[in-house]
């Protein structure tokens, strides 16, 4: 009997998914030592990022109900 499949809290924190279901992500390095790295360096990782399809079909298994 296939029960409920829990989800990965680690994962749920870190990724979402859009509409059309592509895995959405922040980019890393934008917590601290931000002094030494420009400003169109930060800028950058603002924006947006979308994980490969080789990994969103894993995280995807981990966020079953998001």
Same mark, same amino acid.
């Given at each position: 009997?296939?029960?409920? $499949?829990? =989800?990965? &809290?680690?994962?749920?924190?870190?990724?979402? #998914?859009? +509409?059309? %279901?592509?895995?959405?992500?922040?980019? *890393?390095?934008?917590?601290? $030592?931000? =002094?030494? &790295?420009?400003?169109?360096?930060?800028?950058? #990782?603002? +924006?947006? %990022?979308?994980?490969?399809?080789?990994? *969103?079909?894993?995280?995807?298994?981990?966020?079953?109900?998001?």
């Amino acid at each position: 009997m296939a029960g409920k $499949i829990k =989800t990965h &809290k680690g994962a749920a924190k870190r990724f979402s #998914l859009t +509409k059309s %279901g592509k895995v959405k992500r922040g980019h *890393a390095f934008r917590s601290h $030592i931000l =002094t030494k &790295k420009t400003t169109k360096r930060k800028r950058g #990782l603002r +924006k947006i %990022g979308y994980a490969s399809d080789a990994n *969103a079909s894993i995280i995807k298994k981990l966020i079953p109900y998001k």
